[in-house]
Protein backbone atom coordinates (compact mmCIF):
# COMPACT_ATOMS: atom_id res chain seq x y z
CA UNK A 1 0.00 0.00 0.00
CA UNK A 2 1.43 3.20 -1.16
CA UNK A 3 2.30 6.04 1.92
CA UNK A 4 0.05 8.72 1.12
CA UNK A 5 1.81 11.82 -0.38
CA UNK A 6 1.65 14.61 2.02
CA UNK A 7 3.42 11.77 4.28
CA UNK A 8 5.90 11.43 1.91
CA UNK A 9 6.94 14.72 1.50
CA UNK A 10 6.86 15.15 5.19
CA UNK A 11 9.49 12.43 5.58
CA UNK A 12 11.91 14.02 2.80
CA UNK A 13 11.71 17.55 3.61
CA UNK A 14 11.51 19.42 6.64
CA UNK A 15 10.30 22.74 7.32
CA UNK A 16 12.79 24.81 5.99
CA UNK A 17 13.63 22.04 3.18
CA UNK A 18 9.56 22.71 1.97
CA UNK A 19 9.60 26.42 1.76
CA UNK A 20 12.97 26.78 0.50
CA UNK A 21 13.85 23.99 -1.32
CA UNK A 22 10.89 21.95 -2.82
CA UNK A 23 8.04 24.92 -3.10
CA UNK A 24 10.87 27.44 -5.56
CA UNK A 25 10.84 23.95 -8.03
CA UNK A 26 7.01 23.47 -7.81
CA UNK A 27 6.18 27.25 -8.01
CA UNK A 28 8.28 26.94 -11.75
CA UNK A 29 6.88 23.78 -12.54
CA UNK A 30 3.64 24.85 -11.97
CA UNK A 31 2.27 27.63 -14.94
CA UNK A 32 3.65 24.95 -17.65
CA UNK A 33 2.19 21.93 -15.63
CA UNK A 34 -0.80 24.00 -15.69
CA UNK A 35 -0.47 24.57 -19.33
CA UNK A 36 -0.30 20.66 -20.14
CA UNK A 37 -3.67 19.90 -17.64
CA UNK A 38 -5.67 22.55 -19.56
CA UNK A 39 -4.79 21.49 -22.62
CA UNK A 40 -5.13 17.14 -22.01
CA UNK A 41 -7.94 17.52 -19.53
CA UNK A 42 -8.53 13.90 -19.51
CA UNK A 43 -5.01 13.64 -17.27
CA UNK A 44 -7.15 15.17 -14.04
CA UNK A 45 -10.05 12.85 -14.49
CA UNK A 46 -7.60 9.66 -15.19
CA UNK A 47 -5.66 8.11 -12.88
CA UNK A 48 -2.36 8.91 -14.86
CA UNK A 49 -1.55 12.27 -13.53
CA UNK A 50 -2.18 10.14 -9.62
CA UNK A 51 -0.21 7.51 -10.89
CA UNK A 52 2.41 9.89 -12.27
CA UNK A 53 2.81 11.68 -9.09
CA UNK A 54 2.83 8.88 -6.79
CA UNK A 55 5.91 7.19 -9.04
CA UNK A 56 7.61 11.15 -9.18
CA UNK A 57 7.47 10.92 -5.19
CA UNK A 58 8.40 6.98 -4.90
CA UNK A 59 11.46 7.43 -7.14
CA UNK A 60 12.44 10.60 -4.92
CA UNK A 61 11.78 13.16 -8.23
CA UNK A 62 9.99 15.63 -5.95
CA UNK A 63 13.55 15.09 -3.40
CA UNK A 64 15.35 15.58 -6.63
CA UNK A 65 13.32 19.12 -7.90
CA UNK A 66 14.34 20.53 -4.51
CA UNK A 67 18.03 19.48 -4.80
CA UNK A 68 18.12 21.06 -8.07
CA UNK A 69 16.24 24.27 -6.65
CA UNK A 70 19.23 24.59 -4.16
CA UNK A 71 21.66 23.77 -6.20
CA UNK A 72 20.90 26.49 -8.64
CA UNK A 73 20.48 29.10 -5.63
CA UNK A 74 24.01 28.12 -4.45
CA UNK A 75 25.43 28.72 -7.97
CA UNK A 76 24.02 32.32 -7.90
CA UNK A 77 24.70 33.18 -4.32
CA UNK A 78 28.72 34.56 -5.23
CA UNK A 79 27.48 36.70 -7.94
CA UNK A 80 24.94 38.10 -5.01
CA UNK A 81 27.60 38.85 -2.63
CA UNK A 82 30.06 40.06 -5.25
CA UNK A 83 26.95 42.85 -6.07
CA UNK A 84 26.23 43.62 -2.08
CA UNK A 85 29.55 43.70 -1.28
CA UNK A 86 29.82 40.49 0.45
CA UNK A 87 27.16 39.10 3.18
CA UNK A 88 24.65 41.06 4.67
CA UNK A 89 25.01 40.18 8.33
CA UNK A 90 28.70 41.07 7.06
CA UNK A 91 27.70 44.55 6.04
CA UNK A 92 25.32 45.17 9.48
CA UNK A 93 28.65 44.57 11.30
CA UNK A 94 30.94 46.74 9.65
CA UNK A 95 31.21 50.09 11.18
CA UNK A 96 29.45 51.81 8.02
CA UNK A 97 25.98 50.27 8.05
CA UNK A 98 22.86 51.61 8.44
CA UNK A 99 22.72 49.30 12.13
CA UNK A 100 22.53 51.82 14.65
CA UNK A 101 26.05 52.37 16.26
CA UNK A 102 24.75 51.61 19.99
CA UNK A 103 23.21 48.34 19.24
CA UNK A 104 26.36 47.34 16.92
CA UNK A 105 28.92 48.47 19.54
CA UNK A 106 26.60 45.86 21.87
CA UNK A 107 27.23 43.19 18.88
CA UNK A 108 30.72 43.60 18.55
CA UNK A 109 31.39 43.72 22.63
CA UNK A 110 29.13 40.20 23.01
CA UNK A 111 31.10 38.62 20.09
CA UNK A 112 34.48 39.58 20.46
CA UNK A 113 34.22 38.26 24.24
CA UNK A 114 32.27 35.04 23.11
CA UNK A 115 33.68 33.78 20.31
CA UNK A 116 37.26 31.67 20.76
CA UNK A 117 40.57 31.88 18.99
CA UNK A 118 39.27 35.29 16.98
CA UNK A 119 41.12 38.64 16.78
CA UNK A 120 39.71 41.90 18.34
CA UNK A 121 37.31 43.61 16.51
CA UNK A 122 38.28 45.70 14.29
CA UNK A 123 37.80 49.84 14.84
CA UNK A 124 36.18 51.93 12.37
CA UNK A 125 40.03 53.31 11.42
CA UNK A 126 41.34 49.58 11.47
CA UNK A 127 38.32 48.58 8.79
CA UNK A 128 39.12 51.08 6.60
CA UNK A 129 42.69 50.66 6.45
CA UNK A 130 41.88 46.70 6.20
CA UNK A 131 38.27 45.75 4.80
CA UNK A 132 39.12 42.37 4.10
CA UNK A 133 40.70 41.01 7.35
CA UNK A 134 37.76 42.94 9.49
CA UNK A 135 35.64 41.18 6.97
CA UNK A 136 37.12 37.81 8.00
CA UNK A 137 36.51 38.28 11.73
CA UNK A 138 32.89 39.42 10.82
CA UNK A 139 32.51 36.26 8.71
CA UNK A 140 33.80 33.95 10.97
CA UNK A 141 31.97 35.61 14.19
CA UNK A 142 28.90 34.58 12.25
CA UNK A 143 29.74 31.14 11.73
CA UNK A 144 29.96 31.15 14.86
CA UNK A 145 26.97 32.35 16.08
CA UNK A 146 24.65 30.47 13.46
CA UNK A 147 25.50 27.02 14.95
CA UNK A 148 24.29 28.63 18.17
CA UNK A 149 21.20 30.52 16.76
CA UNK A 150 19.49 26.60 15.99
CA UNK A 151 16.82 25.01 17.55
CA UNK A 152 13.31 25.61 18.16
CA UNK A 153 13.91 28.29 20.37
CA UNK A 154 15.07 30.64 17.64
CA UNK A 155 12.09 30.51 15.83
CA UNK A 156 12.14 33.96 13.83
CA UNK A 157 15.90 32.97 12.68
CA UNK A 158 14.38 29.96 11.25
CA UNK A 159 11.64 31.60 9.48
CA UNK A 160 14.15 34.38 8.02
CA UNK A 161 16.74 31.74 6.70
CA UNK A 162 13.88 29.71 4.74
CA UNK A 163 12.77 32.94 3.49
CA UNK A 164 16.05 33.87 2.06
CA UNK A 165 16.26 30.30 0.61
CA UNK A 166 13.32 30.54 -0.88
CA UNK A 167 14.12 34.18 -2.24
CA UNK A 168 17.64 32.66 -3.57
CA UNK A 169 16.81 29.39 -4.72
CA UNK A 170 13.61 30.95 -6.80
CA UNK A 171 16.02 33.94 -8.24
CA UNK A 172 18.33 31.03 -9.14
CA UNK A 173 15.74 29.44 -11.44
CA UNK A 174 14.66 32.50 -13.31
CA UNK A 175 16.26 31.79 -16.13
CA UNK A 176 14.59 28.73 -16.32
CA UNK A 177 11.24 29.78 -15.05
CA UNK A 178 11.09 32.65 -17.46
CA UNK A 179 12.18 29.86 -20.30
CA UNK A 180 9.48 27.53 -19.79
CA UNK A 181 6.60 29.68 -19.32
CA UNK A 182 7.56 31.48 -22.42
CA UNK A 183 7.64 28.05 -24.58
CA UNK A 184 4.88 26.74 -22.86
CA UNK A 185 2.94 30.55 -24.55
CA UNK A 186 4.61 29.66 -28.30
CA UNK A 187 3.67 26.39 -28.00
CA UNK A 188 -0.50 27.03 -26.95
CA UNK A 189 0.33 30.23 -29.45
CA UNK A 190 1.39 27.25 -32.22
CA UNK A 191 -1.33 25.07 -31.06
CA UNK A 192 -3.70 27.60 -31.85
CA UNK A 193 -2.31 28.63 -35.46
CA UNK A 194 -2.13 25.16 -36.36
CA UNK A 195 -5.65 24.81 -35.48
CA UNK A 196 -6.52 27.88 -37.22
CA UNK A 197 -4.71 29.04 -40.06
CA UNK A 198 -6.48 32.16 -40.65
CA UNK A 199 -5.78 33.57 -37.32
CA UNK A 200 -3.08 35.67 -37.94
CA UNK A 201 -4.47 36.85 -40.76
CA UNK A 202 -7.50 38.05 -38.07
CA UNK A 203 -5.16 39.57 -35.69
CA UNK A 204 -2.94 41.34 -38.46
CA UNK A 205 -6.35 43.01 -39.45
CA UNK A 206 -7.49 43.80 -35.91
CA UNK A 207 -10.64 41.63 -36.48
CA UNK A 208 -10.73 40.93 -32.96
CA UNK A 209 -14.23 39.68 -32.51
CA UNK A 210 -13.37 37.22 -34.95
CA UNK A 211 -10.16 36.24 -33.30
CA UNK A 212 -11.74 35.87 -29.93
CA UNK A 213 -14.34 33.90 -31.58
CA UNK A 214 -12.11 31.51 -32.47
CA UNK A 215 -10.25 31.39 -28.97
CA UNK A 216 -13.25 30.80 -27.42
CA UNK A 217 -14.27 26.98 -28.25
CA UNK A 218 -10.73 26.76 -26.53
CA UNK A 219 -12.34 27.12 -22.83
CA UNK A 220 -11.56 28.87 -19.95
CA UNK A 221 -8.86 26.72 -18.68
CA UNK A 222 -6.59 26.49 -21.43
CA UNK A 223 -7.15 30.52 -21.90
CA UNK A 224 -6.71 30.93 -18.03
CA UNK A 225 -3.61 28.96 -18.26
CA UNK A 226 -2.15 31.28 -21.44
CA UNK A 227 -2.67 34.24 -19.22
CA UNK A 228 -1.13 32.64 -16.00
CA UNK A 229 1.70 31.63 -18.16
CA UNK A 230 2.02 35.20 -19.03
CA UNK A 231 1.74 36.42 -15.66
CA UNK A 232 4.07 34.23 -14.35
CA UNK A 233 6.83 35.85 -16.77
CA UNK A 234 5.90 39.05 -15.82
CA UNK A 235 6.72 38.14 -12.29
CA UNK A 236 10.06 36.22 -13.33
CA UNK A 237 10.99 39.42 -14.81
CA UNK A 238 9.92 42.56 -11.87
CA UNK A 239 9.56 40.79 -9.00
CA UNK A 240 12.10 37.76 -8.60
CA UNK A 241 15.31 40.31 -8.53
CA UNK A 242 18.15 40.63 -6.80
CA UNK A 243 16.90 43.70 -4.44
CA UNK A 244 14.32 40.83 -3.25
CA UNK A 245 16.55 38.28 -2.12
CA UNK A 246 18.66 41.11 -0.71
CA UNK A 247 15.65 42.47 1.29
CA UNK A 248 15.41 38.61 2.61
CA UNK A 249 18.69 38.44 3.34
CA UNK A 250 19.19 41.58 5.26
CA UNK A 251 15.78 40.27 7.21
CA UNK A 252 17.50 37.60 8.36
CA UNK A 253 21.36 39.03 8.92
CA UNK A 254 19.12 41.06 11.78
CA UNK A 255 17.47 38.47 12.68
CA UNK A 256 20.48 36.61 13.36
CA UNK A 257 22.35 39.34 14.50
CA UNK A 258 19.59 39.88 17.06
CA UNK A 259 19.80 36.74 18.57
CA UNK A 260 23.65 38.01 20.03
CA UNK A 261 21.56 39.17 23.25
CA UNK A 262 19.29 35.88 23.42
CA UNK A 263 22.88 33.83 23.24
CA UNK A 264 24.70 36.22 26.02
CA UNK A 265 22.12 34.99 28.52
CA UNK A 266 23.62 31.41 28.19
CA UNK A 267 27.28 32.71 28.52
CA UNK A 268 29.25 32.83 31.47
CA UNK A 269 29.81 35.69 33.56
CA UNK A 270 33.04 36.94 32.06
CA UNK A 271 31.28 37.15 28.76
CA UNK A 272 28.47 38.71 29.67
CA UNK A 273 29.86 41.39 31.87
CA UNK A 274 32.33 42.03 28.67
CA UNK A 275 29.28 42.30 26.49
CA UNK A 276 27.46 44.95 28.65
CA UNK A 277 30.54 46.73 29.35
CA UNK A 278 31.35 46.76 25.49
CA UNK A 279 35.28 45.77 26.67
Given at each position: ??????????????????????????????????????????????????????????????????????????????????????????????????LDVHTRRRYH?????????????????????????????YDSAVIWLKERARGKEFAMVNRENAQYGFRRNLRGLKPIGITACAITLLASLGAIIYSNPGFIDLVQAHAWRSAIAILTPLGPAVLSAMVVNAFAILIWIFVVTNRWVWEAGIQYATALLSTCDKVQLQQTPAVRNAASTGN
Open positions: MAIPLTTDIAQMFDGYGRQARLFPGLLTIFPPLLAVMAWFPWLIVSSVAATLLTIATSCGLLYALGSWARTKGRRIEPGLRRRWGGWPTTILLRHTSEAFLGAAVPNIPVFPTAEQEAADPAAANAV
